[in-house]
């Protein structure tokens, strides 16, 4: 079956670094997403990977290793409004996007 | 009105109510989706409609049934509902483009705010 885990929450301090992890087994690979929901709210596109190696975007990165079937989102200098939900999915070799549960991130002051 | 619009926002039914949501999108994509987002558990994948037609439909129960009147607006009707139905139904958008094989590459998707369905 295909499969997607990322822990269920975090936590981590404002002004730090955080990095939310993402391994998947689906069948063929055609990119992966990351995608951040804040409580009550649409998920709203952050990053795109289909090449390994990091993509960054102002203080969110996203790392991809194909052959690891692993990415991760890294959150830099955090501040309180980073507080949501972090979804990642893969597109499968049918361009059928596959979720994962989601990670709820906490900030702390 | 920009980006995707769901409405009610809230919904409170009995199992016997039939009610409707509804989802609009001016984006001008050419693909709309139903997901249903319950806690601590991934996006299910209701239904695809690419081009005003049904791409996709993942088993989904007949309680549910999905309208595409045209590329901007997506209902879906509800009746006969089940306690295990009560979750956070969320409509997307996305640009999509013929890839290899015929195959559909979906872009990147655009989420309303969604529709809290709570059945008694």
């Known amino acids: 079956g295909q499969n997607i885990d990322q822990p269920t929450e975090m936590t981590a301090t404002e002004g730090a670094i955080v990095q939310i992890n993402c391994t998947y087994q689906?069948?063929?690979?055609?990119?992966l997403f990351w995608y951040q929901q804040h409580a009550g709210e649409a998920p709203t596109f952050l990053s795109y990977?289909?090449l390994d190696g990091l993509e960054e975007k102002g203080r969110f990165s996203s790392f991809l290793s194909r052959s690891k079937g692993y990415s991760y989102l890294l959150l830099k200098e955090l501040q309180m409004k980073d507080s949501a939900s972090y979804l990642c999915?893969?597109?499968?070799?049918?361009?059928?996007?596959?979720w994962g549960a989601g990670t709820k991130l906490i900030i702390k002051p | 009105e920009t980006g995707v619009t769901q409405t009610p926002r809230h919904l409170v039914m009995g199992m016997t109510n039939k009610k409707s949501l509804k989802c609009e999108q001016h984006?001008?994509?050419?693909?709309m989706y139903w997901y249903k987002q319950s806690a601590k558990k991934p996006l299910e994948l209701m239904f695809v409609?690419?081009?005003?037609?049904?791409?996709e439909n993942n088993s989904v129960p007949s309680r549910f049934s999905p309208e595409c009147p045209n590329s901007s607006h997506l209902f879906l009707h509800l009746h006969t509902l089940q306690p295990e139905d009560s979750a956070l139904y969320l409509c997307?958008?996305?640009?999509?483009?013929?890839?290899?094989?015929?195959?559909?590459?979906?872009?990147?998707?655009?989420f309303g705010e969604g529709s809290r369905l709570t059945v008694l």
């Open positions: 999915a893969v597109r499968d070799s049918n361009y059928q996007l596959i």
């Open positions: 409609y690419s081009l005003e037609e049904r791409v």
């Open positions: 984006l001008g994509h050419n693909a």
């Open positions: 997307a958008s996305s640009q999509d483009l013929e890839g290899l094989a015929g195959k559909w590459d979906t872009g990147e998707l655009f």
């Open positions: 689906t069948s063929g690979f055609n990119g």
């Open positions: 990977n289909v």
